[in-house]
């Protein structure tokens, strides 16, 4: 047996407790007050005449008795727990937007999720958010009041998106349970995926009060800048409250140091602005003197990288033309070459094709991942193993520091492998994996995932998202959708006395004959 | 005289003597007095004739009815005798449990009914009772002997009230019984709160021969009294304890039974053509008296 409100042993207790009030209000009830009376005779006859009357009298107060039958089964019934068996099977989800950073927005969504789970059957509803990971804050059954217990106020932007949950509670509906899942606020939904749902699986969407007074950013990211500078990158915006909007009452400070930059109106009524130095600031939006969003930028500085002699002409000429790269004779944080000092060793063709060095205590559990980040997976292994006549394979051994080995005669016109697509691509990884320089998220957007999705980037703490190479991205509500936004209908108002269970009709049927209890028994109709 | 209670109180007296008991009928073999008797002898109103028979007085054959008749028949007077009164205060503990005590209104009764006795030659006896019968005092008669009978009521009840007992009128009838007194009037005066209940007491009521009046002194917290909750009633006489939670049901069984109680009493009473009276102990004694006394006097 398991409790709702409480502990295991805090109930235990609370029976104890219980046990032991009762108890002496017991022994309360029988400190009686005396009193001498000239006689007791009479008291003797009208107590024996009570209890005889109670006991063996014949039976002849059949109102009072089933009065207290009906009190009696009516509480009996509560303590059994009744259930009703629905005469429509469709359970009932309310989805809560878990990427909402704003905490009035959030409590207003919670508000509404309560009052929409408080008017459905409940047995058949659940209130779900839909953060980092689904989280049930409501279960069948659980009285509403939990809802708030559990929720964690404390926001959680996720860059997850909505269909994936939409995807997994899905797979709860049936052809003989239809579920309907209610969306709280304005989250967009695909049309085409909206489509694609199962027959039994409805969308419905509860629309939250229009906020007329405060200016609401609906995205926020940073993308490379179009301008083609490493160290620049462009960030958009949008709002979700156009009508109070005033672009020019926008404020922009880096590290708290107000900036000039032109702030420009993009497609679909976002707003960009272009070349903010990729320096690690961190970004603030401020509407007046209300905050709208922070972003921490990106740290771009460039990849200074050195190279021994022996390097192959293509691999040189390949890094320095990536503009995140810049050659340098001094103090460089890549060495290219065939020394054991280089980072970026190129090795002879009798080693392993690749030999990964990471500082990752069990380099091994990571080695999906880190072929992954390298991009090895696009390398076409087998033409490379059919050229070169050995097996290609890959290394991962622990290390103090990143290193990275690969045959120097990949880069040669040997294996024919430096015309390749994967090359740069390979190449361009491997110098940002060396230098820990993990590749841009461009974008992130509530709706999609992300588009370069990394484990480390789905991990979501608090307002912020940890990058992979330990840098923080703070967010703010990321509902910018760029897909075609499904038009979804409103979910369907309850009756009035809609969502109020059986256990409460019961009770407020065995507290009314209770009361009649009462008022017969003092007006003495009641023996 | 060692009148403690005040018993002879001139105007209180005065009062009583308004009053007269008649009786239908006294039994014979009394002395003379004022009630009339079956007896049939000496008095001066003729009642019935009956066939002359050996022994009877010769003055007494009525000579005309032989001249007429041929026949000895004796003429018969109605005799006037004096009616018994015989006075049951009770002085057990319950009669003394408040103040003032309901044994006063009770000495009070009995002295009014002794006066009234004595004022028209009857003979009273006063019999005080509590677990027992006092039977120290026998019936006297004569107006003078009021204050005797007054003297003897004010010792028993001292000593009744040092020390107190409990009520067992079925005792005391029984030893009435005993007594083999004259047939009359018997004056319970009590509140009736015999601990051995109310079978016992009427049944052994009804074995006495005597005319009852039963005079309950009681007032009206008896009948509704002013308890709530969770009470342990201690009764005064017996120590026994019961304990009660005060409820509207309850109060309705605790009425019932005292109504049951007294309508009991009255039902005896009035089946050996006798009186109850159930007289309030916080009002006038006497006032209520003259109920009993219609027109002046009481019939027995």
């Not at chain 1, 409250?241 to 000039?260: E, G, K, R």
Request: with cysteine.
């Amino acid at each position: 047996m398991t409790f709702t409100l409480f502990s295991t042993l805090a109930t235990l207790g609370g029976i104890a407790l219980l046990a032991i009030a009762l108890a002496l209000l017991q022994r309360l009830r029988v400190q009686h007050r005396e009193v001498e009376v000239l006689s007791t005779l009479f008291w003797r006859a009208a107590l024996k005449e009570t209890r005889a009357r109670v006991f063996v009298r014949r039976f002849r107060h059949w109102p009072a008795w089933l009065l207290l039958v009906v009190i009696a089964s009516l509480l009996w019934l509560l303590l059994a727990g009744p259930r009703w068996q629905p005469l429509n099977p469709t359970r009932h989800i309310v989805l809560l937007d878990g990427s909402i950073a704003n905490k009035t927005t959030l409590a207003i969504d919670l508000e509404l999720a309560t009052t929409k789970a408080a008017s459905l059957p409940i047995m058949q509803r659940e209130i779900v958010t839909a953060g980092p990971h689904l989280q049930t804050l409501l279960a069948p059954g659980d009285p509403i009041e939990l809802t708030n217990l559990r929720a964690n106020l404390e926001t959680t932007p996720a860059s997850t998106g909505i269909h994936w949950a939409l995807e997994t509670l899905s797979s709860r509906a049936s052809a003989t349970t239809p579920l309907a899942i209610h969306i709280i606020g304005d989250v967009a939904v695909d049309q085409a995926y909206l489509e694609s749902l199962p027959p039994e699986l409805i969308i419905y969407r509860i629309q939250r009060p229009p906020s007329d007074d405060q200016a609401l950013l609906r995205a926020l990211g940073v993308s490379n800048a179009k301008s083609g500078n490493w160290q620049m990158v462009d960030v958009l915006f949008a709002s979700s409250t156009p009508q109070v909007f005033d672009v020019q009452q926008i404020s922009i400070t880096v590290d708290d140091l107000p900036i000039q930059a032109e702030i420009l109106p993009a497609d679909n009524g976002d707003f960009l602005i272009e070349d903010l130095p990729a320096q690690g600031g961190v970004l603030k939006l401020r509407h007046g003197e209300e905050q709208l969003g922070s972003l921490t930028l990106p740290h771009r500085d460039a990849i200074r990288v050195s190279f021994e002699t022996g390097v192959p002409n293509d691999l040189r000429e390949l890094i320095l033309l990536d503009p995140a790269c810049q050659e340098t004779q001094s103090d460089p944080e890549i060495l290219i070459g065939e020394s054991e000092f280089a980072d970026f060793r190129l090795t002879p063709d009798d080693q392993s094709a690749f030999q990964i060095e990471s500082e990752l205590p069990d380099p091994q559990a990571a080695l999906a991942k880190l072929i992954d980040e390298l991009a090895l997976t696009q390398i076409d292994a087998t033409a490379l193993a059919e050229r070169s006549g050995r097996l290609v394979d890959v290394q991962v051994t622990s290390g103090e520091e990143r290193k990275l080995s690969m045959w120097k005669t990949l880069f040669t016109p040997a294996f024919n492998f430096q015309q390749s697509r994967a090359c740069p691509i390979l190449v361009a990884r491997s110098i940002r994996w060396l230098a820990n320089r993990p590749p841009l998220v461009s974008w992130a957007e509530q709706g999609m995932r992300l588009p370069d999705a990394r484990p480390a980037f789905d991990r979501v703490i608090a307002q912020t998202t940890t990058t992979s190479d330990g840098r923080t991205l703070q967010v703010t509500r990321l509902t910018r959708s760029i897909t075609e936004p499904a038009e979804i209908i409103d979910s369907p108002n309850p009756g009035l006395l809609a969502g109020i269970g059986i256990t409460t009709w019961l009770g407020l049927v065995a507290m009314f004959l209770l009361l009649t209890e009462w008022v017969l028994y003092q007006r003495g109709r009641l023996p | 005289m060692n009148d403690t209670f005040n018993l002879l109180d001139p105007d209180f007296l005065q009062q009583a003597r308004a009053m007269r008991v008649v009786a239908r009928r006294v039994a014979p073999a009394g002395r003379w007095a004022e009630h009339r008797s079956r007896d049939r002898g000496q008095g001066m109103e003729f009642r019935d004739y009956r066939p002359y028979s050996p022994g009877d007085e010769l003055k007494s054959i009525d000579w005309n009815v032989y001249q007429r008749l041929g026949r000895f028949v004796v003429r018969l007077f109605e005799e006037m005798e004096d009616l018994p009164i015989y006075l049951m205060p009770d002085l057990s503990r319950s009669m003394w449990q408040e103040d003032p005590p309901r044994a006063l209104t009770a000495m009070q009764v009995a002295i009014a009914f002794a006066s009234i006795g004595l004022d028209q030659h009857d003979r009273v006896g006063l019999l005080p009772f509590a677990q027992d019968l006092n039977t120290t005092i026998r019936p006297t008669s004569g107006r003078g002997r009021l204050s005797l009978i007054a003297e003897s009521l004010t010792r028993a009840a001292e000593t009744a009230r040092s020390n107190p007992q409990g009520t067992n009128l079925a005792t005391a009838l029984s030893k009435l019984r005993g007594l083999r007194l004259r047939d009359g009037l018997l004056i319970i005066i009590s509140d009736f709160f015999d601990p051995h209940g109310i079978e016992v007491m009427t049944s052994e009521l009804k074995r006495t021969r005597h005319r009852p009046l039963l005079v309950s002194i009681g007032r009206p917290t008896d009948r509704d009294p002013n308890l709530q909750g969770d009470v342990r009633v201690r009764d005064c006489e017996t120590g026994d304890m019961q304990d009660v939670s005060i409820t509207n049901t309850v109060m309705e069984q605790y009425r019932a039974a005292y109504d049951a109680h007294f309508q009991s009493l009255r039902d005896f009473a009035h089946s050996r053509q006798g009186s109850f009276l159930l007289l309030d102990h916080e009002s006038d004694v006497m006032k209520q008296l003259a109920s009993l006394f219609e027109g002046g006097s009481y019939v027995a």
